[in-house]
C-alpha cells in the first residue's frame, strides 16, 4: 500500500503542475485581445455555421475551464468567461468546444467509440476504487475470493484507463480542426493564432497525464496481482 500512496503522490504532482500551468497560460491568453472583436459565442456560432451544423445551440454554463460539447443535448457549453469575453483563450476553447461538435456531426470514430462506452464507465468509475480497496483488504489475507474480488476492481479500473486513452485522440483532433479553421477563416492574427494553440496544448496536456496516471495506476495493481499469485 505504501507503493501505491507514493504513485498516487507523484501523479498528483504532476497533475498539479499541468493544471496550474494551464490556468496561468490562459491567464495570459485572455489579455491578448481579438483584433475581430468577436467573442467566444460569436466564434462559435460561426464555426458551427461554416461547417453546416444549425441544430447546435451555443450556451453559457457557470464556472471555469468548465467548458464542454453535450452530444446528447447538442449544445456548446461555454464558461460565463469564454462565453462573454473576446481574447485568444476565449477564441481557442468556443473552437475547440465546437471541434467536437463537427466531430460528431461527422461521425468521427473515435468520438463515436468513446460515446459507446460511457455507460460502462460511468459504472466502473463509481465501484472500481471500492471493489479495489475490498479486494486488496482480503487479497492481503490470502482469500480465494479476495482475488476474484480483486480482479473484478482491476478489470473495472481498465475500463476508465481506456476512456482515458481513447479520450486522448479525441481532444487532439477537436484542437487540430479548431486551430485550422481559425487559420484558414482569417479569424486571429498571428499572434493570437500562436497562443490559441498554447493555451490548448496545455490543456491537452491534462489528459495525457490523466491517461499515464490511470495507466500507471493501473499497472500497479496489476502487479500486486499477479505478485501475490505467485
Known amino acids: 500500500m505504501i507503493g501505491y500512496y507514493i504513485l498516487a503522490g507523484i501523479i498528483f504532482l504532476v497533475s498539479m503542475y499541468v493544471s496550474n500551468k494551464l490556468k496561468s497560460k490562459f491567464k495570459k491568453y485572455s489579455k491578448v485581445h481579438l483584433q475581430n472583436g468577436m467573442s467566444g459565442k460569436e466564434i462559435a456560432e460561426k464555426m458551427l455555421a461554416d461547417n453546416g451544423i444549425t441544430d447546435v445551440q451555443v450556451i453559457s454554463t457557470q464556472g471555469q475551464l468548465t467548458d464542454h460539447y453535450n452530444p446528447a443535448k447538442k449544445t456548446v457549453n461555454l464558461s460565463e468567461p469564454v462565453y462573454m469575453e473576446r481574447n485568444a483563450a476565449a477564441a481557442a476553447v468556443a473552437a475547440h468546444e465546437v471541434g467536437h461538435a463537427v466531430q460528431h456531426a461527422t461521425a468521427y470514430s473515435w468520438l463515436k467509440m468513446r460515446s459507446a462506452i460511457v455507460p460502462a464507465v460511468g459504472v466502473a468509475s463509481k465501484l472500481s476504487n471500492f471493489v479495489i480497496m475490498a479486494g486488496l483488504i482480503l487479497f492481503a489475507t490470502g482469500s480465494a475470493i479476495g482475488n476474484t474480488i480483486f480482479l473484478i476492481g482491476i ?45 490548448l496544448k496545455w490543456a491537452a496536456r491534462t489528459y495525457v497525464v490523466a491517461a499515464l496516471g490511470s495507466l500507471a495506476t493501473l499497472l500497479y495493481f496489476v502487479s500486486i496481482f499477479l505478485g501475490g499469485r505467485d
Open 155 to 199: 478489470l473495472l479500473f481498465a475500463v476508465t484507463t481506456a476512456f482515458a486513452f481513447i479520450t486522448l485522440p479525441v481532444e487532439f483532433d477537436a484542437s487540430k480542426r479548431a486551430l485550422a479553421w481559425l487559420e484558414r477563416e482569417n479569424m486571429v492574427t498571428q499572434q493570437e493564432h500562436d497562443g490559441a494553440k498554447d493555451a
